[in-house]
């Protein structure tokens, strides 16, 4: 039975939520804050993963975590892990049971704990649940939902920089004169398009004549279907494997063609791959989910305003590359440096409008409708406002909600299936 005293100390918390447009400048439609905050010393934390430390993308999470609450000063023993949490119904008696053990915010990290997560929010009222990848907080009408999500096309678009680099190497001393590029992709999301998009213009802002083409496997975590994929793909003339998957196994088919004579060379995900790929691998794309953790937990101790989406990337320090490996090309850290820089200074937009075309024409317009009414892939169903993306040259993404909603099939990129 949910304990009195609990809902006593943390109900105030509730006005302090706000419904916002953008995630970057949110507007409160109550911005009262709680008069008892919950004190870092008496938070409890409930976690909610698909996965374990063993699949990289839920050991990003872990770690984030971990260091967010060491940031807080926040102990081991105030945070309840569950671990490998279908997403299923199963998600639902994991929040609930969380929740009747007294935490006061409950994170998950998979998109498809969502709907389920949203169910508990309905319930317990004085918990915030917080579906890290979500589309439905600014929508579902719900004080207690949160969203969070970096701006991983930024880090995509620089591993696409570093990627271009080596693939410009190769075609300048005649190693290579098609520049096909491959990408093993989980799902056709907007999260997995918006993705491939910004690393294939990272390589096109440096080989304007690369193309790429993008073999799908249907799950996030699968070390046999990313490895086939990335097999599949360098027989195909791919010599840069990209990937929006979660294990080591594209990585490390790469290294293995790459010792057998293959030209090939592999962008990786979420954690550095060097160590299974230590020569065909360049970097990896990463979340620094620490950041985003931080920053929640922090304005939910202080009694602070918990938007209802949070974001950012290289501004925030939400985002970034793994270090470089020993194969790529000269040059790359400059840049890697310039992009980044950049993209700081507002003078590099990754989804600029003049870098790109759809059927042969150019992209002046993309209204986006952010309802969540696409059964396909989501269970969770609500009505959203339509927003013009484009404005000022190039695509906002990630600035109306935090999951990516760039979802354009651009000139450029093949899907294979």
Known sequence: MKKLLAILLVLCMVMAFAACTKTTD?????PANPEEPVA???I????ILVGDENEGYTYA???GIKKAAADLGIKDDQINWKYVIPETSVC???AVELAEMGCNIIFSNSFGHQSFMVQAAEEYPEIIFCPATGDTANVCGLANVVNLFPHTYESRYVSGIVAGMKLKELMDNGTVTDPLVGYVGAFPYAEV???YTAFYLGIKSIVPEAYMEVQFTSSWFDLNKESEAAKALMARGCVIIGQHADSTGAPSAVE???ANGTIAYSVGYNIDMLNVAPNAALTSAQNNWS?????ILKAFINGEEVKHDWSGGYDEDAVMISALGASCAAGTQEAVDAAIAGIKDGTLHVFDTNTFTVGGEAVTTRVFDFSTMNADYSAVQYVGEQIECITDGYFHESEFRSAPYFDLAIDGITKLN
Do not use: F, N, Q, R
């Open 61 to 63: 999470h872990i770690e």
């Open 256 to 258: 293995a063609a790459l």
């Open 92 to 94: 639902y008696d994991t």
């Open 26 to 30: 949110p507007v409160p439609e109550d």
């Open 193 to 195: 398009v918006s993705g």
């Open 40 to 42: 870092g010393a008496d």
């Open 291 to 295: 950041k985003l953790y931080y920053d």
């Open 44 to 47: 409890k934390i409930g976690v």
